[in-house]
């Protein structure tokens, strides 16, 4: 076992794994931008470095800067948290040339299966359904003729990154070439690559993931589902787990193919696979996330499972302690994104508290929100025995919540759990959009 790590990341998910190292008693290594040097997981880690100015390409995205922090530090390994470094091939590779431990998988395996066209076909050989599409498309013109190929509407999706950038419904050929060229700027802006690809737009559907947990003794298992259909321009506001439209059923099926598909691919670490879950029940694979994933909270709440604690298990080389039979999926987690809406400095924080009531967020009072960063202040889940009794305690626990200074989103999130259609748990991804 490590017994210094270095996190590689700021807010709320920095915090959450120093936590999980110090509970492990491992010590930790905070790196910091000139921008957070009084945020919190500076103060909660044992040491900490600035490593450069507020911009993420001169701090949180420098490579070369968070090597020497580890190395001057003695830290053994680095966990990326997610975004930023988290699916960085390049990033992992130069840990390994260093002595460094990257926590997530290999770069070999994160370059062949971060090209999500590539992927699909990966995924296709492995009994898994795919949406149909393409690989990447070289042009402008190669997109008309591909997409006039798939039929319209058609997705273009970025084949580098996540997080919902890089992406556009074109639902008619008149309205392709405007959209390739946002999709194309975006994806370079954000990931480095402007590469896309074309996939068929399926319609109406359900976002569900299915979270993976893998070692390299050739052990993995499924820790359930997770349904992320409440979503606004493809970031995601609720989550929750088990799905509401998964039958138990269709559920362990899919888990078993998840795992299945997972050794397969001779993959190792914490890994989300991502479907749409159209209404005939069929489940299309669209993408894998080779990293933790923001809503990791609402499978911990409800197998027990501490994904973090896991990832650094695994990056030592310790074998997963139990199998799929060991996997509960009783109950139900939700879990509520909380966002700022604009910049501004926290006056006034209260934490809900309860049993199975769960604050994940990088404020105190005092903090000041930046531009340079996302908007996520924190992440409120909870969990109950039913359902029903989790919408009930999701409520009250968002009602109770109290962040002055900042504006958030809070209200609508109270909006969205009294919602008839969240409340029968019949929506999919169209429910923002008809808001």
């Known amino acids: ?99 460094i431990v990257f926590i997530g998988p290999d770069p070999e395996s994160m370059e062949r299966l971060s090209d999500k066209a590539i992927l699909k076909a990966l995924i296709q050989k ?52 405007e959209a390739y060229f946002q999709a194309t700027s975006e994806a370079l802006s954000a990931f480095g690559d402007g590469s896309v690809y074309i996939e068929k737009y399926i319609y109406p559907a359900r976002h569900v993931e299915l979270q993976i947990l893998a070692d390299e003794h050739g052990n993995a298992v499924c820790l359930g589902d997770r349904d992320c259909s409440l979503q606004r321009r493809n970031q995601k506001l609720i989550e929750e787990t088990p799905s509401p439209a998964v039958g138990e059923g269709q559920r362990n099926k899919i888990m078993a193919q998840a795992v299945k598909a997972i050794k397969k691919l001779g993959y190792v670490g914490a890994g989300t696979l991502e479907f749409l879950l159209d209404q005939e029940g069929n489940f299309w694979f669209m ?60 006056e006034l924080l209260h934490v809900p508290g309860g049993p199975s009531v769960r604050f994940d967020t990088c404020l105190v009072q005092g903090t000041t929100v930046s531009p340079y960063y996302d908007a996520l202040l924190g992440k409120l889940i909870v969990f109950a025995k039913t359902r029903e009794e989790a919408l009930r305690k999701a409520r009250a626990s968002l009602c109770e919540l109290v962040i002055e200074g900042i504006p958030t989103n809070i209200e609508e999130q109270l909006r969205i759990v009294d919602d008839e259609r969240f409340i029968s748990g019949n929506y999919d991804l169209s429910f923002m959009g008809s808001r």
Not at 133 to 152: H, I, M, P
Not at 315 to 329: E, H, T, V, W
């Open 1 to 99: 076992m490590f017994s210094k790590i270095l996190i590689a990341n700021r807010g709320e998910i920095a915090v959450r794994i120093i936590r999980a190292c110090k509970e492990m008693g491992v010590a930790t290594v905070a790196v910091y931008s000139q921008e957070d040097r009084n945020a919190l997981h500076v103060a909660l880690a044992d040491q900490s470095y600035c490593i450069g100015g507020p911009e993420a390409s001169e701090s949180y995205l420098n490579e070369r800067q968070i090597i020497s922090a580890a190395l001057l530090a003695g830290a053994q390994a680095i966990h990326p948290g997610y975004g930023f470094l988290s699916e960085n091939a390049h990033f992992a590779r130069l840990c390994r040339r260093n002595g």
């Open 126 to 177: 492995t009994g898994l359904s795919v949406i149909p599409g393409t690989e990447a498309v070289a042009d402008l013109e190669e997109a008309q003729r591909a997409a006039g190929k798939v039929g319209y509407p058609v997705m273009l999706k970025a084949c580098a990154g996540g997080g919902g950038r890089g992406i556009r419904l074109v639902r008619s050929v008149n309205d392709l070439e």
């Open 287 to 346: 993408e894998m996330n080779v990293r933790l994933q923001v809503e990791h909270c609402v499978t911990e709440m409800l197998t027990g499972y501490d994904l973090v604690k896991w990832q650094i298990r695994i990056a030592a080389g310790i074998p997963l302690n139990f199998s799929q039979k060991d996997i509960r999926m009783q109950g139900s987690a939700i879990e509520c994104r909380i966002n700022a809406g604009s910049c501004g400095t926290l």
